[in-house]
């Protein structure tokens, strides 16, 4: 059997594989649009930056971006639907590359001063801390004061020193390591002729400017025997929905101020898993 990871299939092509394990990347794109909603209710302008033009899962994220912030199902390109234009110029495309992606950043601040949100549908600009930190500095004052607010995909650790700094306003996170953890089980149970159930673990959000004693909590709970704490992407909530904590050191339960974690309803393709790739 054929399982995807991370990026799936086409829709005409998904009858080739036996399941996906990965974000909903569609889901993840509203989390996008709503915390940028948030943030600046009244809208404006904006700049989406993508990956390459053929990434399926980073084009997911954009329309489910597009489609929360316009209030409508459908949509190409944002020209005041919701009170959010695009600029001109924009998406932008990186090709994957980081140092392509903080030029695009730095000419697109440069090119439009009044630009109210700019949003890295994946993490490439931050995956170069020092340059983001040159481009962002260019817009620091902006960005304190919220007139402009970036919104990023991904909490890897040099993202949440730039969230910790006040380069972004809300990263929203993955779970890299236990996609890879739960894979070979999913593939055995294939292989094995079993059913794969749809599970939902939730994305992360990791929204404002945080403490650094706040940084250091792991958060903790419905986690499966053997996956190990470390300081990646993952982002999981308690029974109750409410999120909790653990202190990286004693381990005692603990409010998890620093991220507000959200439950996604049932990926409604996902065979195996919601959780997530990197890019």
């Known amino acids: 059997p054929i399982m995807t990871i991370d990026a ?31 943030l600046k209710p009244e809208g404006g302008s904006v700049c989406l930056q993508l990956g390459n033009v053929a990434a399926a899962n980073i084009n997911a994220r954009a329309a489910g971006t597009r489609d929360t912030l316009a209030g409508e199902q459908g949509i190409e390109m944002l020209t005041g639907q919701g009170g959010w234009t695009e600029i001109a110029g924009c998406p932008v495309f990186t090709n994957d590359q980081a140092d392509l992606a903080n030029q695009q950043m730095a000419d697109t601040f440069t090119a439009n001063p009044d630009l109210t949100a700019f949003m890295l549908i994946g993490g490439w600009a931050q995956f170069a801390p020092q340059a983001y930190a040159q481009v962002t500095d260019q817009v620091m004052a902006k960005l304190q004061d919220k007139s402009l607010v970036i919104v990023a995909g991904d909490t890897l650790p040099p993202q949440m020193e730039a969230l ?3 380069r972004s306003h809300v990263q929203v996170g993955q779970r890299p390591f236990e996609m890879g953890y739960r894979a070979p089980s999913v593939m055995i149970d294939l292989l094995d002729g079993k059913t794969v159930e749809p599970v939902d673990p939730p994305i992360g959000i990791a929204a404002r400017q945080p403490r650094r004693d706040e940084l250091r909590q792991q958060v903790g709970g419905n986690r499966g025997a053997g996956v ?4 990646d992407q993952r982002r999981v909530t308690a029974r109750d929905g409410q999120p ?36």
């Open 164 to 166: 910790k700094a006040g």
């Open 244 to 279: 909790r904590g653990r202190h990286a050191s004693t381990g005692a339960a603990t409010p998890a101020a620093a991220t507000r974690l959200v439950m996604l309803p049932p990926a409604i393709n996902a065979l195996a898993a919601a959780m997530s790739g990197w890019k």
């Open 228 to 231: 190990r704490q470390s300081d």
């Open 8 to 38: 799936d299939l086409s829709a005409e092509d998904a009858d080739l594989r036996a399941t996906y394990l990965g974000t909903d990347n569609y889901l993840m794109g509203v989390k996008f649009a709503e915390h940028l909603k948030a």
